[in-house]
């Protein structure tokens, strides 16, 4: 059974940085693409970054890109997200999801055709 799990949120102050994980089971990573979106209360969930676990191809939403990294180890089945210069409005949770994307050189984007997703993590940005 496919199963996704975050971890790594938490309180931080801006300007800090966090890593948040999203550890995958019960299927083969390279077929698919991984995105981390947020959700704010009140507010839609939006698109964050996501990487394609086969070529390793990223892509950000604008309100992140400079700021958050995203990478994979496919040894570990893990996709991290790298956060810094956090900012109050990062303040979310943030979820993992796949897509199936089984053709090499594909894109993560756009964010759609997310069909598997973790439980979330929560990310609190305040002094």
């Known amino acids: 059974q496919l199963q996704l799990v975050e971890s790594g949120g938490g309180l931080v102050q801006p300007g800090g940085s966090l890593r948040l994980s999203c550890a995958a089971s019960g299927f083969t990573l390279d077929r698919y693409a991984i995105g981390w979106f947020r959700q704010a209360p009140g507010k839609e969930r939006e698109g964050v970054s996501c990487?394609?676990?086969?070529?390793?191809?990223?892509s950000y939403a604008d309100s992140v890109k400079g700021r958050f990294t995203i990478s994979r180890d496919t040894a570990k089945k893990t996709v991290y997200l790298q956060m810094n210069s956090l900012k109050p409005e990062d303040t979310a949770v943030y979820y993992c999801?796949?897509?199936?994307?089984?053709?090499?050189?594909?894109?993560?984007?756009?964010?759609?055709?997310?069909?598997?997703w973790g439980q979330g993590t929560q990310v609190t940005v305040s002094s």
């Open positions: 990487i394609m676990s086969n070529s390793g191809r990223t």
């Open positions: 999801a796949a897509a199936l994307r089984p053709v090499y050189g594909s894109s993560c984007t756009p964010f759609v055709g997310y069909n598997y």
